[in-house]
């Protein structure tokens, strides 16, 4: 059975607008490798209620999980869970278990439950709350599509909370060997190597350091055995150019 | 008159598997800014002919420029320039003039210029090059799609190496001010300013810093006094909690 695969939509104006660099996507990928779920594409879109149900139905119908970042917060540029509610056709309102929430972390705190803060308990019908330890307003998922806060301590945080719920897959392993040679040099090599181990990927990420090329080849594969197999054969063809 | 908009295209299985953290984005984001285009979305895919047709497809019909990073190398897992010839149905072969930038570059470095470098001289029919001045290996513009290397010193050069061909717009103007009191206290005013300024744009993204919410609400816009009228107006609103 191959893995479940994934897509994240990341919601963000800062992004796009060259402001925030992103760190949630790196963050997600890593968390999603480890649990043997494929994360195939990823869609940044700004904080546009159009572009964001178009790209929620398009990714909810290409893959098994969508988790999306940002714009579940109060203010008037979070939008996303009216969009993602809009997305389904799904009826969104406060919901009590979500307010709840809510009134217990700001009695705690002893700050008022404005009308702003309540926006952050209205929940699409039929979604599961997706725990967040670190400011309360919770996320969701709603179908196959987790949503998620963008503030990267809280987004962390609410992908924890959320992993235990997914199925996931046989993890991939990878193992990294950096080549001190132009590519067009381990091309060739690396080619034949690729032929005759079908069941592993194979890439090759070029780099300058001080003026010099080189790259970084990554094999990937379910099989670790057969991986560090791999990576043993490429370090034989360059004896010289490891390190 | 509209800026003009724009999508980019991160080929790497590299990001999504967590490997590596993009830099390519948040770099291009900042130029298109500074040039008046509007980067509206970006779509991360894997090493997969397929999946990057499509989303050639769709962005170049979407947006008026599209610009890729990645996939362009002499390594068989470089498929990018046949995928975007692809997309358009147009033909792709050796060039005769992109050939003799390798020539000339390998020349100079003694190096042999081997089938897998002569790869990176294939260039679909009516593209014009882009000119790489560290690794020379060209990148292209096939319609309005820009195909650059996915190295970031060299994806860097490529844009800039660009850049003076595009028509730019109205560059869009921005000020921040970071507030040190929750989003949920800032979403009412912010709010009531956001309908009082139509012509401008106003972000607000919320952080964590020692414990303490706060949020960095940005304000946007082409007029730089309107934009400066608005953040006073916000910085008399919390004269308490700003810095």
């Given at each position: 059975?191959s893995?479940?695969?994934?897509?994240?939509?990341?919601?963000?104006?800062?992004i796009?607008?060259?402001?925030?660099?992103?760190?949630?996507?790196?963050?997600?990928?890593?968390?999603?490798?480890?649990?043997?779920?494929?994360?195939?594409?990823?869609?940044?879109?700004?904080?546009?209620?159009?572009?964001?149900?178009?790209?929620?139905?398009?990714?909810?119908?290409?893959?098994?999980?969508?988790?999306?970042?940002?714009?579940?917060?109060?203010?008037?540029?979070?939008?996303?869970?009216?969009?993602?509610?809009?997305?389904f056709?799904?009826?969104?309102?406060?919901?009590?278990?979500?307010r709840?929430?809510?009134?217990?972390h700001?009695?705690?705190?002893g700050?008022?439950?404005n009308?702003?803060?309540?926006?952050?308990?209205?929940i699409?019908?039929?979604?599961?709350?997706?725990?967040?330890?670190?400011?309360?307003?919770p996320?969701?998922?709603l179908r196959?599509?987790?949503?998620?806060?963008?503030?990267?301590a809280?987004f962390?945080?609410m992908v924890?909370?959320?992993?235990?719920?997914?199925?996931?897959?046989?993890?991939?392993?990878?193992?990294?060997?950096?080549?001190?040679?132009?590519?067009g040099e381990?091309?060739?090599?690396?080619?034949?190597?690729?032929?005759?181990?079908?069941?592993?990927?194979?890439?090759?990420?070029?780099?300058?350091?001080?003026?010099?090329?080189?790259?970084?080849?990554?094999?990937?594969?379910?099989d670790?055995?057969?991986?560090e197999?791999?990576?043993?054969?490429?370090?034989?063809?360059?004896?010289?150019?490891?390190?």
């Open positions: 059975m893995n479940p695969t994934a897509a994240m939509l990341v919601i963000g104006d800062e796009l607008s060259g402001r925030t660099r992103d760190s949630n996507m790196f963050h997600l990928a890593g968390v999603l490798a480890g649990r043997g779920i494929d994360l195939r594409e990823v869609r940044v879109v700004a904080d546009d209620r159009a572009a964001i149900v178009a790209a929620v139905r398009a990714l909810a119908a290409g893959y098994d999980h969508v988790f999306t970042s940002g714009g579940i917060g109060p203010t008037h540029d979070d939008i996303t869970a009216e969009a993602v509610a809009a997305a056709d799904t009826p969104i309102a406060v919901r009590e278990d979500a709840a929430i809510l009134v217990a700001y009695d705690r705190q700050t008022e439950l009308a702003a803060r309540l926006r952050m308990a209205r699409p019908d039929g979604a599961v709350l997706i725990e967040n330890p670190i400011s309360a307003a996320g969701f998922s196959n599509v987790h949503v998620m806060a963008g503030v990267p809280i962390e945080a924890a909370s959320l992993m235990p719920r997914l199925t996931g897959g046989r993890p991939v392993l990878s193992q990294s060997l950096r080549i001190h040679r132009g590519e381990i091309a060739g090599p690396l080619t034949a190597l690729a032929a005759a181990h079908g069941a592993l990927s194979f890439g090759s990420y070029p780099f300058v350091k001080d003026g010099v090329f080189g790259a970084t080849v990554v094999v990937r594969g379910e670790g055995g057969a991986v197999a791999a990576i043993a054969e490429l370090a034989a063809l360059f004896p010289d150019d490891i390190g």
